[in-house]
């Protein structure tokens, strides 16, 4: 029994140890992204590469401080505006395809695993010529609206398996004390559904947040464009500033990690919750 414990122990602090060594290969990166942004452009393409800046400054990420508003503004109001949409119409549908009976449920479920499949490329110009048609190029409805059309389905697919496993007596124990199915949805289902709803949420912000294709194609006015566009800004005939680029991938990346790390328990709950009925 001893031996098998000790065992046991040891395979666990192999199995710890491989998950620390895998976590720093691909944290590397990042760190490395880090790192550079307080360095000069000399000491990057230094001959021998320093795993800390010798030289620590802070120019590179004060030379963004002037031009950051603008493009952090427009990426808010996509974002958000891309977030809303999709939940306000991706909740709905998930919950009454998870309740309901509907004829072609699989072909609809069917639909929006493809439409996960198809690239960004594929969609550009049929969406560039429905928009040019509305009047909304150059305008922020167009990312908007390209944004939440790639995250509904996504959203759709997430949170139907969490309905599928809510208890229906709930909702009928409303009713009995005079809910309607309306605001028993409201009232018991989506309060339920919360850490589903919310990484749902966080997924279709970041979506958008890191959207280039869209934004750069449907607008081409300077000012509409977010902060993924606005890197092109650090090339130039003169050079790469690979400084300021390295700054502004931080800052570009550092509301996508803050959303991950505040939201990581209710992430993690709805990542799981409802996989085990689908």
């Known amino acids: 029994m001893k031996n098998t414990h000790l065992t046991y122990r040891h395979k666990n602090i192999l199995l710890s140890a491989a998950a620390v060594i895998i976590a720093c290969i691909f944290l590397f990166p990042l760190y490395w992204i880090v790192v ?7 000491e990057i393409f230094a001959g021998t590469p320093t795993l800390w800046p010798e030289d620590f400054t802070l120019k590179a990420y004060k030379d963004q401080l002037g031009s950051l508003s603008v493009t952090m503004k427009n990426s808010v109001i996509i974002a958000a505006g891309s977030m809303l949409l999709s939940l306000c119409l991706s909740v709905p549908a998930a919950y009454g395809l998870a309740r309901y009976k509907v004829r072609g449920m699989k072909v609809f479920v069917l639909i929006f695993l493809i439409t996960q499949m198809l690239p960004a490329s594929l969609v550009l110009t049929p969406l560039f010529l429905i928009f040019s048609k509305l009047g909304i190029l150059n305008s922020y409805w167009a990312p908007i609206l390209s944004t939440a059309t790639i995250s509904i389905p996504f959203i759709v697919l997430m949170l ?3 309905f599928l496993s809510m208890p229906k007596e709930l909702e009928d124990a409303a009713k009995i004390d005079g809910c309607n199915a309306l605001t028993a949805f409201f009232r018991i289902a989506i309060p339920i559904s919360k850490p589903t709803v919310i990484t749902a949420a966080c997924f279709s912000f970041v979506f958008a947040w890191n959207d280039l294709a869209y934004s750069m194609t449907f607008n081409t006015k300077e000012v509409m ?22 700054a502004y991938g931080v800052l570009l990346i550092l509301p996508s990690c803050i959303i991950f790390v ?3 328990k209710h992430i993690v709950e709805g990542m799981t919750s409802g996989s085990v009925k689908g």
Request: aromatic content about 14%.
């Open 262 to 264: 505040t939201m990581q």
């Open 160 to 162: 139907r398996p969490g």
């Open 225 to 246: 464009r977010p902060m993924t566009s606005a890197i092109y800004t650090f090339m130039n005939q003169y050079g790469t500033k690979w400084n300021s680029i390295m």
């Open 36 to 42: 550079n942004s307080f360095k000069l452009d000399s």
